[in-house]
């Protein structure tokens, strides 16, 4: 079956600093990959998502590339800020399919 | 606003002692779900229902009951609860179609289980 592996945490950075989580997956066929942000207290919220290979999504200064090749959806920013410290989750789902299969999270703390 | 509600936010009860979840959206979202979230685990899904009267079990569904009368509304029913469903619980919602897989997730359910 489908699944995914990130990156274990927790991370912990300063501000402006340069974030990476890597993220692989396992998948039958050409899977949507999708990083999900949830702050403390809250619920998930979609961050990016690519729905084929050689993708790149962005957004909030955070960028994500799909690579078929190495089957990597790895995050990344180039700086960040306080307000980034959140639990980060990689998912991914079939096409013909609407559950989301998902990383074990990432817990990342930026400090001032 | 665009949401979905969890009620209650927070839950302690006792082993046996049925209990329900309420999750309602306003979006008019045909595909509803439901997610446990454990530690190291990351999320991993109930139940889900296509539609009104359709639904069916995701990865992990024992222990556990949905139902869906409403679109709007889809239930999460613990008939006889356990300590190890002691978890932090997320209800979901997306349209079918172009946007599908844009999910929407409420603000979660911490439930403890003595």
């Known amino acids: 079956g489908d699944s995914v592996t990130q990156m274990e945490g927790p991370v912990t950075l300063s501000e402006e600093a340069f974030l990476t989580i890597n993220c692989t997956y396992t998948?039958?066929?050409?899977?949507?990959l999708f990083w999900y942000v949830q702050y403390p207290g809250e619920g998930l919220q979609l961050l990016l998502k690519a729905t084929k290979a050689d993708d790149k999504g962005s957004n909030k200064g955070f960028e994500a590339t799909y690579r078929k090749e190495t089957t990597s959806f790895h995050l990344e920013k180039g700086s960040v800020q306080v307000s980034d410290s959140a639990v980060y989750f990689c998912a991914l789902s079939d096409p013909g399919d609407y559950k989301l299969s998902f990383g074990a999270g990432t817990t990342v703390t930026v400090r001032a | 606003e665009a949401q979905v509600t969890q009620n209650p936010r927070y839950l302690i009860t006792v082993t046996g002692k049925k209990l329900t979840v309420t999750c309602s959206q306003n979006m008019n979202h045909e595909y509803m779900s439901w997610y446990r979230q454990d530690p190291g685990l990351g999320l991993r899904q109930i139940y889900y229902s296509m539609n009104v009267e359709v639904t069916d079990k995701g990865d992990v569904p024992e222990g556990y009951k949905v139902s869906r009368k409403e679109k709007r509304n889809f239930p999460l029913i613990l008939e006889s609860p356990s300590p190890n469903q002691t978890s932090l619980y997320f209800c979901a919602s997306s349209s079918i179609g172009p946007a599908k897989n844009i999910q929407y997730f409420g603000a979660g359910t911490r439930l403890s289980v003595l």
């Open positions: 998948a039958t066929g050409y899977p949507s």
